[in-house]
């Protein structure tokens, strides 16, 4: 389905079915429904009778075979870790890790890579060389993309410089950014927005059948995202959020051991996001801008800003960026959240010292 606040990106693309290019990047923030909307638009390309306005007829074949997963001209890549429980939408790390978040180390045996490897891209080779089965579109949905690995995004390169036939990519991803510039450069940029506060608060309303007060206050937390926030509105999400946002708000007080324990068993991806997203609350305060994401606790926010400064936070906000490219690959998860916890109560009492 292509929720509401996509359809306007939906339209324009669909208009753009004959001449479109080769390789799409599909980016946009975190629960938004990307990954719906990619695989969406995969299923309306070798629809073999679109509608009037070119989406997927649901009723023909190839539609058909598109739901049972086995379409012969079309391939999927995404990290053997993600493809044990995906959910369509898979696009963020945050999401990935909120599936194994609680239970990691638990599983015996070898863990199944948060990457996409070189394997996973050469298998493609024949796929994008010989000709389609149906018809001449073969499709590549490439979901997250920011999951390839340097030498599979190496491999890649050649097929997106010079895709044989009518080769189409899709790459979906919420990082654009960590994508390397060869790549970047050779996809045609499909941004996809956020909703506007009031259509998605009615929507998640609705959807999850709260209040508006309620729907708004989890809008907050997820930045706008509205499939973030029907998530976090799941309450054994809600309780680790609620446990993050309770861990990270007391900080400088609360000593950085006792945080990082608190911490411990919550995954990486979602604790880094929070610190994020309350960093960037500290900055808006610090400039006198309403808090994005936390705004029912303000007072908090004010009081830790007006003792650290903006250009302890700014330091911050840059280190855990750094943090949060690490998310999938922590080295030493324990080690990961003292570093953080450890910035952030140095930024925190950067003016009192
Ligand atoms: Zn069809």
């Not at 390839?148 to 097929?159: F, G, I, R």
């Not at 051991?257 to 411990?264: G, N, R, S, V």
């Not at 943090?323 to 930024?347: F, G, S, T």
Request: charged content about 25%; hydrophobic content about 50%.
């Amino acid at each position: 389905m292509i929720y509401q606040w996509l359809e306007p990106a939906w339209r324009e693309v669909l208009a753009q079915r004959a001449t479109l290019h080769h390789a799409l990047l599909i980016h946009g923030p975190t629960g938004i429904g990307k990954s719906a909307f990619a695989e969406k638009l995969a299923q309306s390309l070798l629809c073999e009778s679109p509608l009037p306005d070119g989406a997927a007829c649901g009723r023909c074949s190839a539609c058909g075979w598109f739901a049972q997963g086995n379409h012969p001209d079309f391939r999927r890549l995404a990290p053997a870790a993600a493809e044990e429980g995906g959910d369509g939408e898979a696009s963020a790390g945050e999401e990935r890790a909120s599936k194994s978040g609680g239970k990691s180390g638990t599983r015996s045996g070898s863990k199944p890579s948060r990457d996409i490897r070189i394997d996973q891209v050469r298998a493609l080779e024949r796929f994008t060389e010989v000709g389609g089965h149906r018809g001449a579109i073969r499709i590549v949905l490439i979901d997250p993309a920011d999951a390839l690995n340097a030498a599979a995004a190496n491999a890649l390169l050649k097929t997106l410089e010079e895709p044989g036939g009518a080769m189409r990519f899709l790459l979906v991803t919420d990082r654009p950014d960590v994508l390397p510039a060869t790549v970047r450069s050779r996809c045609r940029a499909l941004p996809l927005p956020l909703p506007a506060a009031d259509e998605a608060a009615a929507w998640l309303a609705a959807d999850a059948g709260v209040d508006a007060a309620q729907a708004r206050a989890w809008l907050a937390a997820a930045g706008g995202a509205p499939l973030r926030a029907r998530r976090l509105a799941d309450p054994a999400q809600a309780a680790i959020h609620r446990l993050v946002v309770e861990t990270v708000a007391g900080l400088p007080e609360t000593g950085v051991l006792q945080a990082a324990d608190a911490l411990a068993d919550v995954a990486a991806a979602i604790w880094v996001a929070t610190l994020q997203a309350w960093v960037v609350d500290l900055q808006r305060v610090c400039v006198g801008a309403p808090p994005r994401y936390f705004p029912d606790r303000a007072e908090r926010l004010g009081a830790l800003a007006r003792r650290s400064g903006l250009v302890a936070l700014d330091r911050l906000a840059v280190r855990l960026d750094r943090a949060a490219r690490a998310v999938d690959h922590p080295l030493n998860p324990r080690l990961m959240i003292e570093d953080a916890l450890l910035d952030v109560r140095a930024a925190l009492v950067a003016r009192a010292s």
